[in-house]
């Protein structure tokens, strides 16, 4: 049993180490592919299998399709067709494990990739190459786990007659048992692999293990439910329609079973066939899945869409991005876009509702979500991304500091005999906050107009207090709620001015 469980163990482990690499070695393709090529329903089926193939992860698709729906640069219809060419893709694990593990001689390949692959991984300077170096070692690993759980199998002397004991119908055994491996390893693929070199084995006979195949494709969905814990209701819709479809297909596949019984009972009796049975199987019964979701898909569509609304503020950041650096990276930088544009929309009256809750509770959001996303290993210019993201945030934080600093002096700022001039002056703020919410190039003489407006106000205030006989307090108080006001600007001019240059620079090196 111990030698099994290292054996599950190291396999898994290649999966990973396969999975991740693939992800930031990959990143990029990924992104082009499913942000620039889908243009319809074949063309999103079609992606959704080669990208599936070629980082071997759903999860990772899954995720990048729902990044693309919330940044509105893919459709709800053609996001699904993603998913559903994706659940087709992860079935090339099963070809792998029957056409190379159980027909090649594993030390013949596993060694050398894992050679190459940990020598890339060391001495690459590079983090792709590093990545895809991490990528090759799992791939050899996960091989070499193939191998050591058909010895850990031929090794266990278990009879699974003994689980219908209980429940005397070997359907419902196998649903069972591929759910429950998929739940432990939260993978489909490492629960049909595990089914395929069990039944290499002699273990059970072939309709236990196509049900089996059938579990961990409806055992996959909890994964999906699970990310879509406090998830964006783009990311709701899609993993509702993940589970519809596996829901679907698991149906479709269980009616084909005594179809199966009956037409090839006696080439299947034999374990020699029953890894090929079942690879055959498992593509076939998605592919009809897909098939018979072309006339569902519309109506089942429109009714995620009806049920499942927009969320009540629109954010670029669902948790499940901060997987993948490329698409994390991506979100985060227009969700600072939008938070820039929404502070400086903020009304320059000091009696005004400006929800600066709302803005410090996202402006905190992101940096959780940025420091979710640093766990990944990135490549140098994510590490940038992420760190001019990180100081936007920190102008961001300070320059809604400074304007709760400013609300807080509403009494002063609205005296009558302060009120004309202040007026005056924060009409002006107002023009040059529209100013910076266009982008424009060369504020540096509006701010300078800006700066030299406020120091005549600040002479006026003096003035008028001293003449009229005012409270000292109320002038401070106005003068303390007016510097705050400038110095909000000031920050948001920083960090736009930061990024002015950050694309000067990009621009200049294309």
């Not at 084909?256 to 076939?284: C, D, K, Q």
């Not at 002015?500 to 200049?508: A, D, Y």
Request: with cysteine; hydrophobic share 50%; net charge neutral.
């Amino acid at each position: 049993m111990m030698q099994l469980l290292g054996a599950l163990g190291l396999f898994l482990l290649g999966m990973w180490l396969m999975t991740e690499g693939l992800k930031v070695a990959g990143g990029k393709a990924l992104e082009h592919m499913l942000g620039k090529w889908i243009s319809s329903r074949l063309r999103g089926f079609v992606a959704g299998i080669v990208v599936t193939g070629l980082v071997q992860s759903s999860s990772a698709v899954t995720v990048a399709t729902i990044g693309f729906v919330n940044a509105g640069l893919m459709s709800f219809s053609q996001s699904v067709w993603v998913i559903f060419g994706s659940n087709v893709g992860t079935t090339l694990t099963a070809w792998l494990v029957t056409l190379i593990g159980f027909k090649l001689n594993m030390s013949a390949i596993t060694y050398p990739l894992i050679g190459i692959g940990a020598l890339l991984k060391v001495f690459s300077p590079k983090v792709r190459g590093q990545s895809l170096g991490m990528a090759l070692a799992g791939f050899g690993l996960l091989f070499m786990g193939i191998d050591a759980l058909q010895a850990s199998f031929s090794a266990v002397q278990f009879d699974p007659q003994t689980l219908t004991q209980w429940i005397n119908s070997p359907v419902l055994v196998g649903l069972g048992l591929g759910v429950i491996l998929t739940v432990l390893t939260q993978s489909s693929s490492a629960a049909i692999a595990i089914i395929l070199t069990a039944s290499a084995s002699g273990m059970g006979d072939w309709e236990l293990a196509a049900s089996a195949v059938i579990g961990a494709n409806i055992g996959t969905t909890s994964t999906a439910l699970l990310a879509s814990l406090g998830a964006s209701s783009g990311a709701k819709r899609l993993v509702m329609a993940h589970v519809l479809f596996n829901l679907l297909t698991g149906v479709v596949a269980l009616c084909l079973l005594p179809l199966l019984t009956w037409g090839l009972s006696s080439w299947l009796g034999s374990a020699e066939h029953m890894p090929m049975f079942l690879a055959l199987f498992h593509s076939g019964f998605n592919l009809l899945g897909v098939l018979l979701m072309l006339p569902v898909e519309p109506r089942m569509s429109a009714w995620l869409l009806k049920h499942f609304r927009r969320d009540a503020r629109y954010t670029h950041l669902d948790a499940n991005l901060a997987s993948v650096p490329e698409l994390a990276l991506s979100a985060v930088q227009k969700e600072v876009a939008l938070l820039r544009l929404a502070i400086l929309e903020l009304p320059q009256h000091p009696s005004a509702d400006t929800k600066l809750d709302s803005l410090l509770g996202r402006v905190e959001e992101t940096r959780d979500f940025i420091n979710k996303a640093g766990r990944n290993t990135l490549t140098e210019p994510q590490g940038e991304g992420f760190e001019e993201a990180v100081a936007d945030l920190h102008g961001f934080a300070t320059a809604l500091e400074s304007y709760a600093e400013f609300i807080e002096q509403a009494d002063a700022l609205t005296h009558p005999a302060f009120a004309e001039d202040i007026h005056q002056w924060l009409t002006q703020v107002q023009s040059f906050a529209a100013l910076q919410r266009q982008m424009e190039q060369g504020l540096d003489a509006p701010w300078q107009a800006l700066n030299l407006a406020y120091q005549q106000l600040r002479h006026r205030l003096i003035r008028t207090s001293i003449s009229q006989h005012l409270d000292a307090a109320a002038l401070e108080q106005a003068l303390r709620g007016l510097s705050a006001c400038l110095r909000c600007q000031r920050r948001i001019l920083d960090v736009g001015q930061d990024d002015r240059l950050v694309i000067q620079e990009q621009t200049q090196g294309a």
